[in-house]
């Protein structure tokens, strides 16, 4: 099944511990990209990479790395993580550049930052 | 930066009536608008999109309508059903990005 994975779903830390959330898809897709959604906010993009060893930072990227070392994986770090990044966040991908192409998104990883 | 809004915020419709939601975006070299379906608990999922070059596009109950000189498209749900009830988001491209508005909670009461 084409699916997008991430790991954890659900994350319960406290400020300043390192951590790092897995996003994994099987569809062969150059793009892929993290979103964190709040509400009242919608959905902002924190990093994206249109390939392996390509990535640039989109609207929110301040407290967060990433890495693109295989096509298929796309994790996120959080080096240092703050409250204000208690947040849902989903990992998704495309077969190409986002110029008219579908996104698929993950099932998403709720986390809370104590 | 590309600016998306959508109206209203929430929206309550009976079951069986037509439901629609506008987006205005501002970046006039966007031409790529997608919408977005999430349902409690979910990721988002493309339901329909539509590019600069087309004024309207059908699918089913959906349908989706540009108007590229007012520089807004609106999502039009018809005949309405529980399993509509989800947040819509819409979206217009920026590039090899998408720029993606708040998002609108539609209720459909049955």
């Known amino acids: 099944e084409a699916q997008v994975t991430q790991n954890p779903r659900y994350l319960i830390t406290v400020t300043g511990k390192k951590l790092t959330v897995t996003c994994s898809q099987n569809?062969?897709?150059?793009?892929m990209s993290w979103y964190r959604q709040d509400p009242g906010l919608g959905l902002r993009q924190i990093y994206y990479?249109?390939?392996?060893?390509?990535?640039d930072k989109g609207d929110v990227p301040e407290g967060y790395k990433v890495s693109r070392k295989e096509k298929r994986n796309f994790p996120l770090i959080l080096e240092s993580p703050s409250p204000n990044q208690t947040s849902l966040y989903f990992c998704?991908?495309?077969?190409?550049?986002?110029?008219?192409?579908?996104?698929?998104f993950g099932p998403g990883t709720r986390l809370t930052v104590l | 930066g590309e600016n998306v809004e959508q109206h209203p915020s929430t929206l309550s419709v009976q079951e069986g009536d037509s439901a629609v939601i506008k987006c205005t975006y501002s970046?006039?070299?966007?031409?790529?608008f997608p919408w977005y379906k999430q349902e409690l608990g979910k990721g988002p999922q493309l339901i329909i999109d539509i590019r600069s070059n087309v004024g309207e596009k059908k699918d089913q109950r959906i349908a989706v309508t540009l108007n590229k000189t007012a520089k807004h498209f609106s999502l039009h749900i018809t005949e309405t059903q529980p399993e509509d009830s989800a947040v819509y988001f819409c979206?217009?491209?920026?590039?090899?990005?998408?720029?993606f508005g708040k998002g609108n909670q539609v209720v459909v009461i049955p």
């Open positions: 998704a991908s495309s077969s190409a550049g986002l110029g008219g192409r579908e996104q698929f």
């Open positions: 990479s249109m390939n392996v060893e390509v990535t």
């Open positions: 979206a217009a491209s920026i590039g090899d990005r998408l720029a």
């Open positions: 970046d006039s070299a966007s031409n790529y």
């Open positions: 569809m062969n897709h150059e793009y």
